[in-house]
């Protein structure tokens, strides 16, 4: 039974908080309570964000878990970045497949899961919503991202520290159906290091091209073992790397305390150049045109074998 001050809490029913006396439908339909789905009520006050809507989703829909990018936004992780599921105004749910909804606010998927898939974020204990490990591969099997955009998903789980690519792995044995061959298909070619995606973007498509493999995250050291930095992607033989200049692009973590992720210390970088490394920086804009940022660093790489005299590779 709902009490007044839970009212001020959580979403609730308006039919509920009406049958009890906690409020006459005019009250309801006044200026202190705002309407967030049907019969679904919070205080007018409240941010009107995705967390809600998820909120009232699971108030109206008790049997249902947040799925999609819906559920990858409960775990702070935005995997369509600023136009994600944060500026979103339909929450995905998924409920038995016996069930039949429809409702505006909502885009329901008729689907079941197995209990050990499903659970509630830490800060978000009312909403049930699936594991970071199932919430990854719910997305990477969806057909209408493709392999690219499957991987870059899986990345970003193991980069806000939700998940491991062995874990993934695990946790992948238990999903078959549609979209599961592309899932499984992702898996092989995420790495669970990028910082963002769109090292992972260019990770594709430099394996895709007819250029030497580069390692990724790789640690550079001076002689006496001190560690200078890690550096995005780099051809160890040729002292040649890749790096990403700037931050707007690279934030995808909604945790707060990631943030997002500052300019290059260009004192480090000089550092690096000072130890005989050539350095190509990758900026935004740069990824607009993939094909041509792959060859821009393939002739980059040509001219650094020919200027040290060593083979590419």
């Given at each position: 039974?709902?009490?007044?001050?839970?009212?001020?809490?959580?979403?609730?029913?308006?039919?509920?908080?009406?049958?009890?006396?906690?409020?006459?439908?005019?009250?309801?339909?006044?200026?202190?309570?705002?309407?967030?789905?049907?019969?679904?009520?919070?205080?007018?006050?409240?941010?009107?964000?995705?967390?809600?809507?998820?909120?009232?989703?699971?108030?109206?829909?008790?049997?249902?878990?947040?799925?999609?990018?819906?559920?990858?936004?409960?775990?702070?992780?935005?995997?369509?970045?600023?136009?994600?599921?944060?500026?979103?105004?339909?929450?995905?749910?998924?409920?038995?497949?016996?069930?039949?909804?429809?409702?505006?606010?909502?885009?329901?998927?008729r689907r079941s899961f197995a209990d050990h898939q499903i659970g509630?974020?830490?800060?978000?204990?009312?909403?049930?919503?699936?594991?970071?490990?199932?919430?990854?591969?719910?997305?990477?099997?969806?057909?209408?991202?493709?392999?690219?955009?499957?991987?870059?998903?899986?990345?970003?789980?193991?980069?806000?520290?939700?998940?491991?690519?062995?874990?993934l792995r695990s946790a992948a044995r238990w999903w078959t159906g549609?979209?599961?061959?592309?899932?499984?298909?992702?898996?092989?070619?995420?790495?669970?290091?990028?910082?963002?995606?769109?090292?992972?973007?260019?990770?594709?498509?430099?394996?895709?091209?007819?250029?030497?493999?580069?390692?990724?995250?790789?640690?550079?050291?001076?002689?006496?073992?001190?560690?200078?930095?890690?550096?995005?992607?780099?051809?160890?033989?040729?002292?040649?790397?890749?790096?990403?200049?700037?931050?707007?692009?690279?934030?995808?973590?909604?945790?707060?305390?990631?943030?997002?992720?500052?300019?290059?210390?260009?004192?480090?970088?000089?550092?690096?150049q000072g130890l005989g490394w050539q350095l190509f920086y990758v900026?935004?804009?740069?990824?607009?045109?993939?094909?041509?940022?792959?060859?821009?660093?393939?002739?980059?790489?040509?001219?650094?074998?020919?200027?040290?005299?060593?083979?590419?590779?």
């Amino acid at each position: 039974m709902l009490a007044t001050d839970e009212l001020l809490a959580v979403p609730f029913r308006g039919s509920d908080a009406v049958a009890h006396g906690l409020l006459t439908p005019k009250q309801l339909r006044g200026p202190r309570w705002r309407r967030v789905l049907r019969d679904v009520y919070a205080p007018a006050a409240a941010p009107l964000d995705h967390e809600l809507r998820a909120r009232a989703a699971a108030v109206l829909l008790p049997e249902g878990v947040v799925t999609g990018r819906s559920g990858a936004w409960l775990w702070r992780v935005d995997v369509d970045g600023p136009d994600g599921a944060a500026a979103a105004e339909e929450v995905e749910v998924s409920v038995p497949s016996n069930r039949s909804v429809r409702t505006p606010g909502l885009v329901v998927r008729r689907r079941s899961f197995a209990d050990h898939q499903i659970g509630c974020p830490p800060w978000l204990r009312d909403v049930p919503t699936l594991w970071p490990d199932h919430a990854a591969l719910d997305l990477a099997s969806d057909p209408r991202r493709g392999l690219v955009e499957s991987v870059v998903v899986l990345d970003q789980f193991c980069a806000a520290g939700l998940t491991s690519l062995s874990s993934l792995r695990s946790a992948a044995r238990w999903w078959t159906g549609r979209g599961s061959r592309g899932m499984q298909a992702a898996l092989r070619d995420a790495d669970g290091l990028a910082g963002s995606p769109p090292e992972t973007r260019l990770r594709l498509g430099l394996y895709a091209g007819p250029w030497p493999r580069p390692v990724a995250q790789y640690r550079l050291v001076r002689a006496d073992g001190r560690r200078v930095k890690e550096l995005d992607f780099a051809w160890p033989h040729l002292r040649f790397a890749v790096e990403y200049d700037g931050a707007p692009h690279v934030a995808t973590s909604l945790r707060p305390e990631a943030g997002f992720r500052l300019p290059k210390d260009r004192r480090v970088l000089n550092e690096v150049q000072g130890l005989g490394w050539q350095l190509f920086y990758v900026t935004a804009p740069d990824h607009h045109d993939m094909t041509g940022l792959v060859d821009r660093i393939g002739a980059a790489l040509l001219a650094r074998s020919a200027e040290l005299g060593v083979p590419l590779g």
